[in-house]
């Protein structure tokens, strides 16, 4: 079993990458919304903060963002009505609460860490692009690139 990162305690914002954050698009609070990543929004704002929910039983967590208080919109994909049909190159995006993903948390350094589906393992990326303010966040085959890496921040 991956070990759990010390700093999902609480809410917190993640990085991909030094000026971007994991962010729900929008502060949607519908299901199937976006994730994106995008610059850090400053007064931080609540579309950019994620609560780690760990299931005690399974050992596995459910990321809900911070428009919901952490506990109604998940980080999950598109077809999560359809249970364990997560395809390589999903959109990340939002869903309610009997369709959040259930995710490993791969510690890599005291604050960062891989973000895995627990089914398929597949990484949480983020595909930054050269300038972009807005870069998508899809599922890929893990292989520990720094796309993969995400900084806990608070």
């Given amino acids: 079993m991956r070990q759990k990162n010390a700093a999902c305690n609480g809410r917190t914002s993640l990085s991909p990458c030094p000026k971007n954050v994991l962010d729900n698009s929008n502060s949607g ?38 428009v919901s208080g952490g506990n109604a ?27 959040a993903l259930n995710f490993i948390v791969d510690c890599t350094g005291s604050n960062t860490a ?14 930054a692009q050269e300038s972009s303010t807005i870069t998508p966040v899809t599922y890929e085959g893990f292989d520990g690139r720094p796309e993969q890496v995400w900084t806990f921040l608070d």
Wanted: glycine share 6%; net charge negative.
């Fill in 114 to 127: 891989f973000i895995l589906d627990a089914v398929f393992e597949t990484a949480l990326t983020s595909w």
């Fill in 29 to 66: 609070t519908v299901a199937n919304n976006p994730v994106i990543s995008q610059i850090f929004n400053s007064p931080e704002t609540f579309n950019q903060q994620w609560q780690f929910n760990l299931n005690a039983t399974t050992g596995f967590y459910t990321i809900g963002n911070g």
């Fill in 73 to 99: 919109l998940f980080l999950s994909y598109p077809a999560a009505t359809t249970p364990n049909m997560l395809k390589t190159f999903d959109q990340a995006s939002m869903q309610l609460g009997g369709q």
